[in-house]
């Protein structure tokens, strides 16, 4: 089975700071994907990162994807207000076609 | 515009009553799916159609019904049986389902709360 654990769940920071969210998943898979939620809203698409040491990057935002540690990253250079959601991974498995398997989420509160 | 809709944007179900989820694409995807959200968690799958007139139980699909009679809609159906639905309900659709299909879309949401 599939699991997919994300972490921090929940990450408070200064605006003008820089971190990062981690997605680690448990079986072999050449595909993963990050979504943002907005608060009560459905989930817009990020990131597709298709293949071992894909790096994507749009804004602040940079994800990279490393398939033999299982390990997705979301690195947030120099954050903004309007960056404040909660951002999800989510893995396909190498058998399940597009079935995803979902991480917790993590919820990022950036503050002035 | 392209994309998908859900209807009713909140929905509110007595005990013992069997309610209907809409979801409607027009972006001629193949795939759609059905998830579930509870309140600080992750999406958890309910049901998903590969095409039309197909459709297999995801993670959690007790309790709840789908059909697939027209490419671009899916409905979903949440039935007595399931005893906990309240819950943010979110369908889904992708161009396929083969392993190079890329990303799913993703619809407004429903918010299911009972009375």
């Known amino acids: 089975e599939l699991k997919v654990e994300q972490n921090p769940l929940f990450l408070s920071m200064q605006e003008g700071k820089n971190y990062t969210i981690y997605c680690n998943y448990s079986?072999?898979?050449?595909?993963l994907y990050w979504y943002r939620q907005d608060p009560g809203k459905s989930l817009e698409s990020l990131f597709v990162l298709l293949s071992n040491g894909a790096v994507k990057q749009e804004g602040r935002l940079m994800a990279s994807l490393d398939t033999k540690a299982r390990l997705s990253t979301l690195h947030i250079t120099a954050a903004v207000h309007d960056l404040s959601a909660t951002y999800f991974c989510?893995?396909?498995?190498?058998?399940?076609?597009?079935?995803?398997?979902f991480g917790e989420g993590t919820q990022l509160t950036v503050n002035p | 515009d392209g994309g998908i809709t859900q209807s009713p944007k909140y929905l509110f179900r007595k005990e013992g009553q069997n309610v209907t989820l809409s979801c409607e694409q027009n972006?001629?995807?193949?795939?759609m799916y059905w998830y579930r959200q509870d309140p600080g968690q992750g999406l958890r799958l309910i049901y998903y159609?590969?095409?039309?007139?197909?459709?297999q139980k995801g993670d959690i699909a007790e309790g709840y019904s789908v059909s697939r009679e027209k490419k671009e809609s899916f409905p979903l159906t949440v039935t007595s049986a399931q005893k906990n639905p309240t819950a943010f309900y979110l369908c889904?659709?992708?161009?396929?389902?083969?392993?190079?299909?890329?990303?799913?879309?993703f619809g407004p949401g429903t918010r299911l709360l009972v009375l």
């Open positions: 989510a893995v396909a498995g190498e058998t399940s076609g597009s079935r995803l398997t």
């Open positions: 159609s590969q095409i039309v007139n197909d459709f």
């Open positions: 972006l001629n995807h193949d795939a």
């Open positions: 889904a659709s992708s161009r396929g389902f083969a392993k190079w299909t890329e990303t799913q879309y």
């Open positions: 079986t072999t898979s050449d595909r």
